[in-house]
């Protein structure tokens, strides 16, 4: 108690406060009735329980999570959600994270189809009805095309309000807005340092100082924040518009290989469009409200201080500036948003070049041909270094003038604007008044002189910071105009490519209203494909090699109808440029069904279908991969699969020993150097062997492979119950199979025969074609014979006169040594 008492009388303000406020505390506690404090303290009893028991389960969850995470990452499997969405384990520090992969949905791809196929009519890029990509006429620049194209992207980017995105932007704005505040506190601060200063008085110099110091720390982490979160939004920005895209332009639908062959939308250059310029879009999206959102914030705010400290003429002055300032560089600027468009157009070209050397790197050093290709990349460089000089060289003169405009010339305003109170007063708003005031109050000369000084330092000061951040965002608003127009040519390239991935994936192809829609163009398919079906079926079907849209393709073959059943196995022949290889690529929807019927399988598995190019691939990645593909090795765990089968698999496919001979099933190489043709096309074999299909095309998988080794091959793929229909020339292969489709029989190489092999027809026909054969061989001397007079009269020469020039005397010297 008498140490109680000693810290009561204590004369320490904060124990005194301490116990004033616990006494108040203790007179509320016993002003409180029985009842109300036993339902405290039951309600205390039950939050401290339930948030145990909610703690419990939550750390009981985390750990389950983080077992099945570290079981899954030694499998190296996954979770799949009915919804399409993966849930995969990557190894973080000494545990496991946890990723969610969520596709894009089908109705989200259905909503946004509108956006980019049927554009408003006042955008001025279609006519509001008939679904297209923007014509290439149309001209990237600030307009309504560019509006209506930056939000149809925004819509992607910031697919919800409550999507990360849209914390990303709200918080880069609130530390803008706080940059704004600064600014204002700077100058104020500064001011006041400059006033102390001349006053002579130092203990308030010094605490000006310490509160300038305090506040650079603060600014200079807002600085900061301010690049991080837009580097954050950009990042986030191209996420979303990468996954979109990716999910549109790699599906079952194809859109990867008919944007490429079919439509010309895009042509070659949709690495250009995904990788570099949607990469730029992003950047100039996240920059964009830092760029023109902040600058016409402080604009806003700079003004409005401004106008109290130098009153109305100074307003009308600034919004003056601002108004022929804008106009100016309008009128002179160069249409930078056409160049940027155009100039991405060339990267793309001179890109492209470079990926097609590298692709046939092997063909070319083969034929020698690097001479020529050297003169492409020139000419491809040279033109794309023109284009970047002419550029340049229009930016020399604008940055000229708007370097003058922006700096020295709104300088010099700055000061004139400035001094409105000083010469002024009566216009110059709060800052006259005090010129007015001190001129007024003052007792002494001395002193009205000296105080009028140090006013009028500290409101200059103020003003002239006021006026540098508001020259300085009046500068980024000018320049932001660039920005803009830069930003609309990379808007209007992106806008492009996922406007055409649409029209790809929708098969929204028409014609022209003006015109009739061209024969076997993309606007004029109308056949029927059936997927499910147990075979291979076309009935009617015309084989046409499809050009670019909007032009027609070439008929091959007029009407094909065949269909195979399980266990009948189907050879397809005839010479090189009949359609062959344009029969798999119709079955397997690579090429349009203009007409008829098309029956097949869903896809690949056990009940599906499988094809096997004519050229072999191989990706990415480890031996595993290889066998699987296009499985991943997740896939391949998920289906309880181990590497022992895979073994067996190449076993049967003659490549046993590659395992061992590069290191084990996880090397990784770059394979297609690695293996020989013959391995190759084995590996395929093996693609086949290890899904087992029920059906499979084979287009010449074979043809590096010996005879012997390609009859065990087949006799393999055979015994584990797949339907082969192969396409090939050698005659060697109708002993595996049942049926002969053979194409371009007739003179005019547009007519087919399907037929039984070993039936009497078939015989018939192998008969009349060893007939056609011998007829031929008899021939061959009659034919020499011409071939030697049609020489001689194309070795003489008659000069006028209808005379013959005898030969040369080395001619008559070479034959008598030929004679000898």
């Known amino acids: ?92 520090k000494d545990s496991t994270a946890k990723v969610r992969i969520r596709p894009t949905k089908p109705t989200t791809f259905d909503a946004h189809r509108r956006l980019f196929l049927q554009p408003p009519r006042a955008a001025g890029l279609s006519d509001g009805f008939t679904p297209q990509v923007p014509p290439p006429q149309t001209k990237p620049g600030l307009n309504l095309a560019f509006l209506h194209q930056f939000l149809s992207l925004l819509n992607i980017m910031v697919p919800r309000w409550r999507s990360k995105e849209t914390g990303l932007i709200i918080s880069h704005a609130v530390f803008l807005m706080l940059r704004t505040y600064l600014s204002l506190v700077v100058a104020r601060l500064d001011g006041e340092i400059v006033r102390d200063l001349v006053a002579g008085n130092g203990k308030a110099f010094l605490w000006g100082i310490t509160k300038w110091c305090g506040v650079g720390c603060f600014a200079s982490y807002t600085n900061a924040m301010i690049k991080f979160l837009q580097s954050k939004v950009s990042i986030a920005f191209r996420t979303r518009l990468t996954r979109y895209i990716h999910d549109l332009y790699l599906n079952d639908h194809l859109n990867f290989y008919k944007l ?37 914030v402080d604009l806003c705010v700079f003004n409005y201080q401004l106008f109290r400290s130098l009153g109305p003429l100074a307003f009308t002055g600034l919004f003056s500036n601002y ?55 020139d000419k491809g460089f040279r033109d794309l270094r023109k284009w970047m000089e002419g550029i340049y060289s229009l930016k020399i003169r604008y940055n000229m003038l708007e370097d003058f405009i922006l700096k020295y010339s709104w300088s010099a305003f700055g000061y004139l604007i400035t001094s409105l109170p000083i010469f002024l007063p ?119 090699a499809p050009a670019l849209y909007p032009m027609g393709g070439e008929e091959l073959i007029d009407e094909l109808s065949f269909i195979v059943h399980s266990g009948e196995h189907l050879l397809i022949t005839g010479p090189n440029g009949v359609g062959k290889s344009a029969v798999a690529r119709i079955v397997a929807g690579l090429w349009p069904t203009y007409r008829g019927l098309v029956s097949r399988p869903r896809s690949i598995g056990m009940d599906g279908i499988m094809f096997l190019p004519q050229r072999p691939y191989l990706s990415t990645g480890t031996l595993r991969d290889q066998v699987i ?30 395992p061992d001979r590069e290191g084990g099933w996880d090397t990784r190489k770059d394979w297609k150097d690695v293996l020989s043709g013959g391995e ?34 087949y006799e393999r793929a055979k015994a584990r119950g797949i339907t082969l229909i192969t396409i090939s020339t050698r005659a060697s292969l109708k002993r595996y199979h049942t049926f002969t ?41 009659e034919w020499k014979t011409r071939r030697q007079e049609i020489e001689e009269e194309l070795a003489k020469v008659w000069v006028k006169g209808g005379e013959e020039l005898a030969p040369p005397s080395y001619v008559d010297a070479q034959e008598g040594r030929e004679e000898q």
């Open 260 to 296: 490429l062959n079919l439509d010309g939308g895009v042509g070659t250059q949709a690495d250009q469009f995904i990788t570099q310029d949607l990469t730029l879009f992003c950047t100039s999206a996240a920059s964009l409200y830092s760029s023109l959102g902040k600058p016409f």
């Open 426 to 544: 009566a216009w110059g708003g709060l800052g006259g008044l005090s010129e007015l005031s001190d001129g007024t109050s003052a007792t002494t000369p001395g002193e009205s002189n000296g105080g009028r000084e140090r006013s009028r330092m500290k409101e200059f000061i103020t003003n002239k910071r006021l006026m540098l951040s508001l020259a300085d965002a009046g500068g980024r608003m000018m320049y932001s105009i660039k920005d803009l127009a830069e930003l609309a040519g990379y808007t209007s390239r992106v806008y492009t490519l996922i406007s055409t991935l649409h029209r790809v994936h929708a098969d929204a192809y028409f014609p022209s209203p003006s015109t009739h829609p061209e024969l076997f163009s993309l606007a004029d398919v109308q056949g029927t494909i059936h997927k499910g079906f147990d075979g291979v079926r076309l009935e009617n079907v015309p084989v046409v």
């Open 323 to 377: 108004f022929l300032t804008a106009t100016l560089l309008r009128r002179l600027s160069p249409p930078f948003g056409k160049l940027k468009a155009v100039e991405g157009r060339r990267e793309g070209d001179f890109r492209a070049l470079h990926s097609r050397l590298i692709a046939n790197a092997e063909e070319v050093a083969f034929y020698g041909g690097e001479s020529m290709e050297k003169q492409f990349l």
């Open 680 to 713: 190759k096309q084995r590996m395929g074999i093996a693609r086949l062997l290890y899904h087992e299909p029920r059906y499979a095309f084979i287009d010449e998988g074979t043809s590096a492979v010996s005879s012997d080794v390609e009859g065990l091959l």
């Open 741 to 781: 489709l053979t194409l371009g029989i007739g003179d005019e190489g547009e007519s087919w025969e399907f037929q039984r092999i070993g039936t009497e027809t078939e015989k018939q026909s192998v008969e009349k074609e060893l007939a056609e054969l011998r007829e031929r061989l008899a021939k061959v001397e």
């Open 1 to 92: 108690m008498a140490a109680q008492s000693t810290l009561r009388s204590s004369d320490d303000p904060l124990v005194a406060l301490y116990h004033a406020y616990a006494d108040r505390i203790r007179r509320r506690v016993r002003q409180t009735s029985r009842t109300m404090r036993l339902l405290a303290t039951l309600a205390l009893l039950i939050s401290i329980i339930s948030s145990t028991y909610g703690g419990y389960n939550w750390w009981r969850i985390r750990r389950a999570d983080k077992e099945q995470g570290r079981a899954l990452v030694r499998k190296n499997s996954g979770l799949r959600a009915r919804d399409g969405t993966r849930i995969i384990y990557v190894p973080y």
């Open 629 to 658: 593909y296009p499985h991943t090795e997740m896939d391949m765990r998920d289906a309880q699969r181990r590497d022992l089968e895979l073994s067996q698999v190449l076993e049967d496919a003659r490549l046993g020993y590659l």
